[in-house]
């Protein structure tokens, strides 16, 4: 099964319904549910809040793979793959990544330390060593108990994620009834308000609670 799904200007490298697509089918009794993110940069790391194991996939002579390591992207990952290793500058990439990890007092700080592992997809070679490095990452979660511990904080998150969704829906439902938006923001530009009074009012309003500081 594969479902293709924009991310609508959703920030984060997901579209912003995949958290549920996931919920349903490991629901229908999916095994294996692979979330390939539209590639991310040093803000677009929301897929560490739905994943079990985060592989991040490096390709030599691209660029792209140096400045990953630079965005800052590097701690997500649970499992490396230098794909297209048959190219010029794969060796010098693992060698780079591999450095990286030891060195990074971020990365090493984390009880699992990150599998780097070759491929080269269309010839089929590596694969069976990506997927034991996936498998033996989350025979480490199971072990340790990070596994639940994880998706306890993930479910946290995703809940605050979903309650201020909703709190801006209905702020922001409340200001297109009111027709009253523009005049708001004319008061604070002439300073006859604060945004932080206008947040008050609009909060107590929505909760039908006095307005307090």
Known sequence: FIRSMATRGFL???????ADVVRVLDSSGKDIVIIETVGVGQDEVDIIGIADTT???????LGDAIQSMKAGIMEIADVFAINKADRVGADQLWAEVTFRIE??????????VPTVVKT??????GIVELIAAIEQHRKWLEETGSFQENRRQRTRQETLRMIHNELFRRVRQQLTDSGGFDQLVEEILNRKRDPYSILRDLLGKLFNQPNHP
């Open 12 to 18: 984060g490298g997901l579209a912003k319904a995949t």
């Open 55 to 61: 592989c991040l996939v490096l390709v030599p002579g």
């Open 103 to 112: 060195q990074d007092a971020s990365i090493r700080q984390h009880r699992w």
């Open 120 to 125: 080269v997809a269309v010839e089929d070679q």
